[in-house]
């Protein structure tokens, strides 16, 4: 049974639009969120994170939504970029320092 | 700084065969993990361990051990591979209390 779930495998999003990204959770435990990329052949680097207790967080081009009640949570990424066609994995913590991931959607951004 | 490093990159193994993936983080983190990524399933926890001297299970642990040598180095051993552990493995590490894991390149395992 996932925890985290990234329904959408694939996503294609012309370069300079918005992308958003989808993760659904449901351990109502979860106090962090954190936001994974990974391009072909390398290991997951962070990009953003949020705690449970704000909705949103912003960092340049990348905006983190976090919307509890719903058990919900996105990434848009504003303008998108050829640069940014990668893996892009949810995660979330309880409070402890496992992460649990989700499966992943690959970004495909066409210029 | 070289981060998180694994060992092997990639390796083929013959069902049943034994191998120990090695890794190292030079970044004096306290906690270290295992993963492995499987098409659709994303990054599942194999073990992990919080700090020195002390190891756990994660999601997916049968068919593996691990040990923490020492705070630097954290190996995971396949005693007897099975087709099924045919996948790509990463190592991470992070600091306790700290939220960002900074993972390894990776070791692409087949077993054949």
């Known amino acids: 049974d996932q925890q985290v779930k990234q329904n959408s495998p694939s996503l294609s999003v012309q370069e300079g639009r918005i992308s958003i990204l989808n993760c659904d959770y449901t351990?109502?435990?979860?106090?962090?969120f954190l936001w994974y990329k990974k391009y072909p052949a390398e290991g997951p680097t962070f990009l953003i994170s949020?705690?449970?207790?704000?909705d949103k967080n912003e960092d340049g081009r990348f905006t983190v939504f976090l919307n509890k009640s719903a058990k919900h949570l996105s990434l848009h990424i504003v303008p998108s970029q050829p640069g940014d066609s990668a893996v892009y994995f949810c995660?979330?913590?309880?409070?402890?320092?496992?992460?649990?991931f989700g499966a992943g959607t690959i970004l495909r951004v066409k210029s | 700084n070289a981060g998180v490093t694994q060992t092997p990159k990639f390796q083929v193994l013959k069902t049943g065969q034994s191998m120990t993936l090695q890794c190292a983080q030079d970044?004096?983190?306290?906690?270290m993990y295992w993963y492995r990524q499987d098409p659709g399933m994303g990054l599942r926890l194999i073990y992990y361990?919080?700090?020195?001297?002390?190891?756990d299970k994660g999601e997916v642990p049968n068919g593996y051990n691990v040990s923490r040598l020492n705070k630097r180095e954290f190996s995971l051993r396949l005693e007897s591979a099975a087709p099924s552990q045919t996948s790509v493995y990463f190592c991470?590490?992070?600091?306790?209390?700290?939220?960002?894991?900074?993972f390894g390149q990776g070791t692409r395992l087949t077993v054949v």
């Open positions: 970044m004096n983190h306290n906690s």
């Open positions: 991470a590490s992070s600091e306790l209390g700290d939220t960002e894991a900074f």
């Open positions: 995660a979330a913590l309880d409070g402890g320092n496992k992460l649990v």
């Open positions: 351990n109502s435990m979860f106090d962090y």
């Open positions: 949020i705690s449970s207790i704000k």
């Open positions: 361990s919080a700090s020195e001297g002390t190891t």
